[in-house]
């Protein structure tokens, strides 16, 4: 499919048969995730594959009735690191300095920069900056799973302290900020057949 025809067909599943997507389509997903902007590169959230039928079968107990959370063929589940900070800065220059042949010397004034605009920002700030950059790789997961012809569902109705909680995140400095559930659509969901609703562009789009 083309970009848009890949858009147009993808939605919100509702209800997903019993297909498993293959692993080989799921790696290549994650991979694409994994490859998402973000703030100065510094990807302060991780993603989790959820495969276990019995850890779904607990995370559903907080999805609010959300079947989808079990009865899909994968779960992907989105967390913001909680602890941002320097350190957050250090990991990125390390990987930047090893792929790309760099000293710190060279780089010092961006490492500066970096640090400087994190500690401008509240503890507060700082996770609502990072929840901000895993919605950036979910939009991009979404449109991935669509040009893959992966159907999902995006969820951000559960209670995340439950997911940290059954994931074990606080260990990890993880905190839940979305989910998607990943598979084939069932031909029993009518909501596949619906018409998309959008504003028209000439009432989104501003031109200058």
């Known amino acids: 499919m083309s970009l848009l025809q890949a858009l147009n067909w993808r939605y919100a599943v509702r209800e997903f048969n019993n297909t498993r997507i293959p692993e080989t389509l799921i790696n290549t997903l994650l991979e ?22 019995s850890l779904r079968a607990r995370l559903l107990t907080h999805s609010y009735g959300q079947e989808k959370v079990l009865r ?91 997911y940290d909680r059954e994931l074990d995140f606080a260990p990890l400095g993880l905190h839940t900020v979305a989910i998607v559930a990943l598979g084939e659509r069932s031909p029993e969901d009518h909501s596949a057949t619906q018409a998309k609703v959008r504003r028209p562009r000439e009432s989104f789009v501003l031109e200058y």
């Open 32 to 53: 694409a995730t994994r490859l998402s902007p973000s703030s100065y590169g510094l990807q302060p959230y991780r993603l989790a594959l959820v495969r276990p039928d």
């Open 72 to 162: 899909s063929s994968h779960l992907v589940v989105l967390a913001a690191e909680t602890d941002i900070g320097d350190h957050t800065v250090e990991r990125y220059v390390e990987a930047l300095c090893e792929s790309r042949q760099l000293t710190r010397a060279d780089i010092a004034g961006y490492v500066d920069h970096m640090k400087s605009a994190l500690a401008a920002k509240t503890q507060a700030q700082r996770q609502q900056w990072a929840c901000e950059q895993a919605y950036i790789a979910l939009g991009n997961l979404l449109t991935s799973a669509a040009l893959l012809g992966i159907d999902a569902c995006p969820m951000t109705g559960f209670d995340a302290a439950g």
